[in-house]
Structures are given as structure tokens and as C-alpha cells.
T-cell receptor, first 112, second 112 residues
Framework: KQEVTQIPAALSVPEGENLVLNCSFT??????LQWFRQDPGKGLTSLLL?????REQTSGRLNASLDKSSGRSTLYIAASQPGDSATYLC???????????FGGGTRVLVKP | KAGVTQTPRYLIKTRGQQVTLSCSPI?????VSWYQQTPGQGLQFLFE???????NKGNFPGRFSGRQFSNSRSEMNVSTLELGDSALYLC???????????FGEGSRLTVL
């Protein structure tokens, strides 16, 4: 059974600092991994999708890496801003039935 | 292009009642999945529908059911509501297979 873990559960950084968010998964048989952002009381916004054949994906200040063999992905957010404050979740889609498994999320606070 | 639309956004029910939530996927998306999000349990997968057929199911009691119509719109129903069913119910759609997942804003259910 796939398990996805995100550590730490919460972190606080000063504005301008780079953010590093971690995601680990136990079963490397995945199609892809997706990073989301969730603001309080809202739905999830897709940030990046990395296919299993890719090593990284970039969008603006966001960069996500994937090391399938070690079961890890990292989301980097450069030059953080207060507007980046949110909960960030990663999810993996397994090759068995395309099932999506979510991590518990990392709650980020960027202080002005 | 319109995103995933969920209705109603907020609703309050009492124990023992039933509720029906609706989800309209992004145009052209044939897969619709449902998730329950609570502070204690995080995001939990309920079920996924593709072309009117349930493709995957999570570990929820039979009180939770769903269906998908020929236009890909989906509904989920919860019967005999319990206090513990209070949650944010999220719907997501994707084209098919292990593609990128897009979420709606959710339906916030409060059971009194």
C-alpha cells in the first residue's frame, strides 16, 4: 500500500528566503507526482506535475524534482513572498489503477 | 475554459438526513474523483468514476455513494448523516488515465 509523507508538517520563513518542501513515498511504481497548493477553506490548485520519466519540472519560481528510485520529491520555491503562505500537498498516482495518494501536507507561513 | 464546479458550496444538515453534492468537470474530462478532507484525517479518497463506471473506491462505508452521468457530471450522496461526516468534500477531474488532476473549490458540509 502506497504511503506518502511530508515533513515537516509546518514551517515558517522570513520573506525572501527559499522554501524547500519534501515529499517521500514508499512504492516507486508511480505514473507521476503532482504538487498542489491549498489556501484555507479552498480547493487544491495544481502547481506542477512530474511524470515518472522526468527528473524535474519548473514553472516560474517553482521547481520540483523527482527521484523515483529513492521515493522522494522536493518542491523548491525561490524568493518566497507572503502570498506563498498556504498548505502544500504532494500526491502520487500509482500504476495500479491510477489511484492517487496524498501526503499530509506542509503548512507554510512566509513572514513579511 | 471553465474549471471544476461544485455545488452547493456550503450546506448544513442534521444527523440522520441525507445530502447530495454535485460536480461538473472541466469540459472534455471524463474522469471524476471525490475526496473528503477533515483536519484529523487529511485528504481521503472516496471514489473515482470514468465514463459512468466506478473505477476505484476508497475505504468508506456504504452510506457514501456516487454516480456519473453521460455528460461526465457527477454526484455523490451521503445517507444517514453522522456528525463525523462534517468535512470539505472535494471533486477533481482529469482527461483520463494518470493525467493532471484539477480540483473544484469544494462543498463544505456541516452536520449538526
Amino acid at each position: 500500500k502506497q504511503e506518502v509523507t511530508q515533513i515537516p508538517a509546518a514551517l515558517s520563513v522570513p520573506e525572501g528566503e527559499n522554501l524547500v518542501l519534501n515529499c517521500s513515498f514508499t512504492d516507486s511504481a508511480i505514473y507521476n507526482l503532482q504538487w498542489f497548493r491549498q489556501d484555507p477553506g479552498k480547493g487544491l490548485t495544481s502547481l506542477l506535475l512530474i511524470q515518472s520519466s522526468q527528473r524535474e519540472q519548473t514553472s516560474g519560481r517553482l521547481n520540483a524534482s523527482l527521484d523515483k528510485s529513492s521515493g522522494r520529491s522536493t518542491l523548491y520555491i525561490a524568493a518566497s513572498q507572503p502570498g506563498d503562505s498556504a498548505t502544500y500537498l504532494c500526491a502520487v498516482i500509482g500504476t495500479a489503477g491510477n489511484k492517487l495518494t496524498f501526503g499530509g501536507g506542509t503548512r507554510v507561513l512566509v513572514k513579511p | 475554459k471553465a474549471g471544476v464546479t461544485q455545488t452547493p458550496r456550503y450546506l448544513i444538515k442534521t444527523r440522520g438526513q441525507q445530502v447530495t453534492l454535485s460536480c461538473s468537470p472541466i469540459s472534455g474530462h471524463r474522469s471524476v474523483s471525490w475526496y473528503q478532507q477533515t483536519p484529523g484525517q487529511g485528504l481521503q479518497f472516496l471514489f473515482e468514476y470514468f465514463s459512468e463506471t466506478q473505477r476505484n473506491k476508497g475505504n468508506f462505508p456504504g452510506r457514501f455513494s456516487g454516480r456519473q452521468f453521460s455528460n461526465s457530471r457527477s454526484e455523490m450522496n451521503v445517507s444517514t448523516l453522522e456528525l463525523g461526516d462534517s468535512a470539505l468534500y472535494l471533486c477533481a477531474s482529469r482527461l483520463e488515465g494518470p493525467g493532471e488532476l484539477f480540483f473544484g473549490e469544494g462543498s463544505r458540509l456541516t452536520v449538526l
